[in-house]
């Protein structure tokens, strides 16, 4: 996942909503959303390289998802998969809070990343990078692959995008904040971030939606959750066309 966009306890129903793309290069196995055939519930996509995921839910309101920290100059050999921190914390038996003080110890194990993770009633993000613990406050954030609301061209979009809905009297949110992720608009050069990758790749990643010969945005997904229920739809882009998984948890 490179840009989550979340809304935490400011909508009118629905205490958490996230809008996120997943940007990968496009040879890299992957199953879209789904229900794990070992662990039912849990809905999520699988990365098939490493077995992890970048975003998921469960049956019960516990939710997770990733953003990896840019960093070309980072030593990532003999680290571990960063996409088994959102895959343990959906797995967790317990207080979120104590699985998400736990990574501050495994800090060093895993190459950059950015984690958000809640049980619906809880949220909290942590960064290795950041190395601080947050509990999250109501309001509007992005994060990409920097730290959480550093203001990127694509965070900034993003969070407009989605103080725009919250605050204006569209209905389809799901199809609205899609919408929102499907920007393809590249940043100006003068706004561009400087993270050690080519003007020519700062140039490719700006926009909220990637296109490029071999990596981009691989999917869009957005998850409406309320003290009811929890909307999560996946929108999947391939070669041979676009997908959509949706589904609806009851809590």
């Not at 990968?24 to 098939?48: K, M, N, Q, V």
């Not at 296109?211 to 003290?227: A, F, P």
Request: hydrophobic residues 35%.
């Amino acid at each position: 996942m490179c840009l989550i966009v979340f809304a935490y306890r400011v909508h009118p129903v629905y205490k958490l909503l996230v809008a996120a793309n997943r940007d990968e290069f496009y040879g890299r196995p992957t199953t879209p959303a789904h229900y794990w055939e070992e662990r039912p519930d849990i809905l999520a996509g699988r990365d098939l390289e490493k077995m992890g995921t970048w975003m998921g839910v469960t049956t019960s309101g516990r939710f997770a998802a990733l953003t990896n920290y840019r960093d070309p100059k980072e030593v990532t050999e003999g680290k571990r998969s960063r996409g088994e921190l959102v895959a343990d914390a959906l797995k967790h038996k317990g207080n979120i809070k104590d699985y998400m003080q736990s990574l501050v110890k495994k800090k060093d194990l895993y190459p950059g990343y950015n984690l958000l993770a809640g049980d619906g009633t809880e949220l909290y993000y942590y960064s290795n990078k950041g190395q601080e613990l947050l509990k999250v406050e109501p309001g509007i954030y992005g994060v990409s692959n920097h730290l959480l609301n550093t203001e990127w061209p694509k965070v900034q979009k993003g969070k407009e995008g989605m103080s725009k809905i919250i605050n204006g009297e569209q209905v389809e949110l799901v199809e609205c904040l899609l919408s929102v992720l499907q920007n393809a608009d590249q940043a100006p050069d003068e706004l561009l971030p400087h993270t050690g990758v080519s003007l020519e790749w700062e140039r490719m990643l700006s926009p909220l939606f990637i296109k490029s010969g071999n990596y981009g945005t691989r999917s869009s997904t957005v998850m409406l959750m309320s003290d009811k229920e929890i909307q999560y739809v996946e929108r999947v882009f391939t070669k041979d066309g676009i997908s959509d998984q949706q589904y609806r948890i009851e809590l």
